[in-house]
């Protein structure tokens, strides 16, 4: 009868210790996805479609003049057509349940239903549009610039290369990676939930352009490896105390063991 | 070893730690498979120069990569090919050094070999004659009591203790030479200086500043400052914010401080100077990244989680004709951390603050 505690003393139990340790921090590194969608084009004939899909899917929170709920949910007056497209567009909205915030999940809507829903928001008041695909065009901004207003204004939450970053209570500011261009405009244009607002008197459109050429750029990795998710000293140091020293280990007891 | 010649004399009682313990000696030589099985031998020798060939594949994978791959400026090419640079160095240092082991604990002797430690105190003889040596020395030197040499023994005294000055004068010189603590209290912040944005230095209109916004502000001229240009932007730099004015509670004293829902505060964390930015508007909790001190921005930037003691210091603004916000004054009280003789600096004519309770 052979018990796995039989083998414990074997002498390549280490060395499959350390080998399962790896396999697990591997694993965990490589579980992360995020879902994005494709940019949705307005058109202002959909204000009565929208209304119908608005009273259906987001007026028992949002209530059904827009106005909003003290305590459940913001007014959509003058939000504009961008904050429906980036809360409807990355699946944010409508949220699935109350909490520090709410994620981008599986958008819950097709182009034209969202567009029709901006649409319907844009005619409640005034506010910003989506942005045209030329405003949001990576190709013709200046990364170099763009690095240098996200390391003033952006840096902070969301990591130096947009890696995202934690907030207080639960609340975190997400990775920019997976983020469609378009949908980075609008988020620096409306400030969805925690985020501030970054008018276009506080970053210019061609400032904002730049800002995406940066993160883009970002898309071409690092030159120095593998990222770690770019999120700082913890994940680097939980690698290095992991698997650095868990080859060194490994290494000395077999340096230390006799030969059979 | 040689102290256990007795192993068994000391047994004692049971409840009482034997005086010695018993020399358990060397455990019984078990011959390796490579000892005995001529076949095993064979396999170990082919082993360690499997490993050894790994090194030397990953010498020319090294070599290999750096005339194959072509580094262009994509991040891409230059990391593939660090990557497998890093590769070969890695398998031709790792091959030799695995190898060399598995050599070492397979194939060469393994006869346990006991070494006897001397005795740490030298001989009697050795110990007489380096005191000698010392004596003589001093005696040779002429510095030992008698004064044939004055004048060596007093140069090499004065140099001695002058030669440390070589390295502290100018040490202590570029501190500044200058302990005038009431620098800290002040930023470059004078009334009517324009709020600008940084990195770019252009001015800011109150109506450019809609409710929910953020803008992180420098003081006017920044960028064209000579010199301690760093210096004076580190202690300046603010956050400038529109919270809806029904949100905002004004405080007693600062009646006039804040524009119509705008408020400007400092961005030097008041525990360890960190720059606090983490804004979250719907919330209006200011982070500090480092410690996570997180301030009220709609209640006076008090502390309301964290190491942090004070609110942020507030800057009070105003609106100038052209529509630009700018400063009404410097900060009230010293930006950042607390140090020595920070209360002393705010009561010193600088302040009129009546905040002096927070």
New interface residues.
Partial sequence: MHSLARHRYHRAAPVVLVLLLLGLIAGIAAAVSTASSAEAATSADDVAEGEKLFAANCASCHGLDAEGQDGVAPSLVGVGAAAVDFQVGTGRMPMQASGPQAPAKPVQFGEEQISQLAAYVASLGAGPAIPTAEQVDPELGDAANGM??FR??CA??HGSVGGG?A??QG?F?PSLWETTPTHIYEAMLV?P???????D??ITPEGKRDIIAYIEAQD??????LRLGAIGPVAEGLWGWLVALGLIIASTV??GA??? | MSTTENPTGHESTQDQAPEHFEDPGLPYHRPRRADVDPKAANKAERQVAALFGLSILGTILAIGAYFTIDMTEEIDSIRFANMMIGLGIFLAMMGIGLGAIHWAKTLMRDHEMVEERHELRSSDEGREGAIQNLKDGVEDSGLGGTSRRGLLKGSLITAVALAPLSLLVPQLGNMGADWNTSKFAHTMWRQGMRLTRDPDGTPIKAADVTIGSAFHVIPDGLNELESHMLEEKAKAVVLLIRLDPRDLKIQEGREDWSFDGIVAYSKICTHVGCPVALYEQQTHHLLCPCHQSTFDVADGAKVVFGPAKRPLPQLPIAVDDEGYIVAQSDFHEPIGPSYWSRLKDTSDGLSNDTEGGH
């Fill in positions: 240098e207003l003033t204004n902070m939450c970053g907030l207080t609340k500011a400030g939930q925690s985020m501030p607002v970054f008018n008197a506080n071409a990795g690092s030159p120095g490896g077999w340096i006799r030969s059979s």
